[in-house]
């Protein structure tokens, strides 16, 4: 069974960064899609970026495109979303998340189907 463990949350101004890191462990995951999910106050779930552990190819949603940065490091089982220019509306818990079809089913609505989910990291930007 595949564990995701995330930390890297935090407190962090307008326009500063933060990097989330989700340590990867169990199960054999080579198939897997690592994506990271935040869910705002009062919002629904939605998908930030994904990355297929293996081939490596990426996923990002429009409002973090040229902000956020998904990556993985095989060698560590870790996957990483570096965020820069943070904004108050990037304010949320996100989540790691894995799943064989983990795009497919997001952009579907379907997230809640997905097979693993971390507990969530809380990361507040303020103004």
């Known amino acids: 069974q595949v564990r995701l463990v995330e930390s890297g949350g935090g407190l962090v101004q307008a326009g500063g960064s933060l990097r989330l890191s989700c340590a990867v462990s169990g199960g054999t995951f080579s198939t897997y899609t690592m994506g990271w999910f935040r869910q705002a106050p009062g919002k629904e779930r939605e998908v930030v970026a994904a990355?297929?552990?293996?081939?490596?190819?990426?996923y990002y949603a429009d409002a973090v495109k040229g902000r956020f940065t998904i990556s993985r490091d095989n060698t560590k089982n870790t996957v990483y979303l570096q965020m820069n220019s943070l904004k108050p509306e990037d304010t949320a818990v996100y989540y790691c998340?894995?799943?064989?079809?983990?795009?497919?089913?997001?952009?579907?609505?379907?997230?809640?189907?997905?097979?693993?989910w971390g507990q969530g990291t809380l990361v507040t930007v303020s103004s």
């Open positions: 998340a894995a799943d064989r079809d983990l795009v497919g089913q997001a952009v579907a609505g379907m997230s809640r189907h997905l097979e693993v």
């Open positions: 990355i297929h552990w293996t081939v490596g190819n990426t």
